[in-house]
């Protein structure tokens, strides 16, 4: 009974982190600070502004930093995980990366002006390498916490617990930007960059309840000093064994190519809300508040299809869904004779029924599918690695055509083909034996 009692208290300590660094996800990257960045470096008319000795669009100098974050991250991730996996220090590499993050986001409260730029840049990409940085130790954590028949509802609840956590201290940020009396008649410029200080505070102090609880690990090392070396000797293993587990690589290449639209989707979504159909900010920050809520509905209604159907139908099913969403929101526009706000409230609603589902069910479709191993921050950091590369590639691309051709939402027509080619890989793994329904 202990031990069972032990076992839920991992499994909620893991879930917590979910509620502490969703936070920087919705705020940060979702619902603030877009809105903050495009206003502080919007000049009257035009939404140009000169960076590093070149003028570019505000928007997309926003996604290219995103990109530049995640390429950065993306060479680092498989370094220092199979380093951490190697050493037994899973959880000493999270806290590290949690710190970066937190503090980051502490410290955009100083961005209050185009003169200083440079903080909101820097700012933005090291939170968001604190925050990629972490998640693969986070990840690599579940299939040693949790059985592979509980992994899906497992997954599902940490997603539900970021969307819950999240929107929490999203409303909090909220009163102070609506009802700035409340606080002494602060600006609306000061409450945002509160708002990130409280991200901040939040991702920390939420996150030691996980560090706290979280099983120490042993070390592996056979050899001290050499850790540069057996870093990339385990990456090298890693390598070998997924060329040679086929159903495992063709799953990765599918989980690429959706993931990489999923991921676009949710970094510039309020950037097309306010650039591209100019909808007034407070419309757009409850659109994301309904995309939140219905997401904690759409991880569990995955977890339940996964169950009656299967991990690669289900998921299948939410790639078809990404789809429609993606031409919907081509469609969103006043000369098709359409009310663009409503439309893009309706497809947000969408999003969020398939956004936690989607994410949920390939973490642990991944994690289900992984060879016998020990060396689960190695394997996790490929996942990773998919993950982080696809937002390069998306947000990169979004942001250039974009700029090339003056719309964002030519930009729609990359994302929906990312789908499309995500969907028939996945077709191609499903040939193969589909992972059987966990009946727990």
């Avoid at 570019?56 to 498989?78: G, W």
């Avoid at 592979?148 to 599902?156: C, I």
């Avoid at 960059?193 to 090392?221: C, D, K, M």
């Amino acid at each position: 009974m202990n031990k069972d009692n032990q076992h839920k208290k991992i499994i909620s300590a893991w879930t917590m982190y979910d509620w502490a660094n969703s936070a920087y996800s919705l705020v940060i990257t979702s619902a603030l600070f877009p809105i903050y960045f495009h206003a502080v470096t919007s000049q009257g008319d035009t939404s140009t502004v000169k960076f590093l000795g070149r003028v570019f669009d505000s928007n997309s100098l926003q996604t290219y930093a995103i990109s530049a974050a995640f390429l950065l991250i993306a060479f680092l991730n498989p370094l220092l995980s199979s380093i951490a996996d190697y050493s037994g220090r899973k959880k000493s590499f999270m806290y590290f990366f949690c710190t970066l993050g937190a503090a980051a986001c502490t410290c955009l409260y100083f961005f209050d002006s185009i003169d200083r730029l440079w903080i909101g840049i820097l700012g933005s990409m090291l939170a968001a390498i604190g925050f990629s940085g972490s998640i693969v130790f986070y990840n690599a954590f579940l299939p040693e916490i949790a059985a592979a028949d509980e992994q899906d509802k497992v997954s599902a609840k940490g997603f539900a617990m970021g969307y819950i956590g999240s929107s929490l201290l999203l409303i909090f940020s909220l009163t102070m930007i609506l009802f700035p009396e409340w606080y002494g008649g602060i600006s609306n410029g000061l409450a945002t960059r509160l708002a990130f200080v409280l991200v901040g505070i939040w991702w920390f102090g939420f996150a030691q309840i996980t560090f706290y609880h979280l099983p120490e690990e042993r070390s592996n090392l056979r050899e001290s000093g050499h850790y540069l070396f057996n870093g990339y000797k385990e990456l090298r293993k890693v390598w070998y064994d997924l060329r040679h587990s086929r159903r495992l690589s063709d799953f990765l290449l599918s989980y690429f190519f959706y993931n990489m639209g999923v991921q676009t989707v949710m970094y510039v979504a309020t950037l097309f809300g306010d650039g591209e159909l100019h909808l007034d900010s407070s419309i757009l920050i409850m659109i994301i508040l309904i995309i939140q809520f219905v997401a904690i509905g759409g991880a569990y209604l995955f977890s339940f299809l996964s169950f009656k159907l299967g991990n690669l139908k289900s998921i299948g099913i939410a790639i078809f869904a990404w789809i429609l969403i993606s031409i919907g929101a081509w469609f969103c526009d006043k000369r098709f004779g359409v009310n663009e706000q409503n439309m893009f409230i309706g497809l947000a609603a969408f999003v969020g029924l398939v956004m936690g589902g989607i994410q949920s069910l390939s973490r642990s479709t991944y994690s289900k599918l992984l060879p016998s191993t020990t060396d689960h921050a190695s394997y996790f950091s490929f996942f990773d690695v998919c993950e982080k590369v696809g937002i390069v590639i998306g947000t990169f691309l979004f942001g250039y055509i974009n700029e090339s051709t003056g719309s964002m939402r030519n930009s729609i027509l990359i994302i929906a083909s990312f789908f499309v080619i995500g969907l028939i890989l996945l077709l191609r793994v499903g040939k193969q034996q589909e992972l059987q329904p966990h009946h727990s």
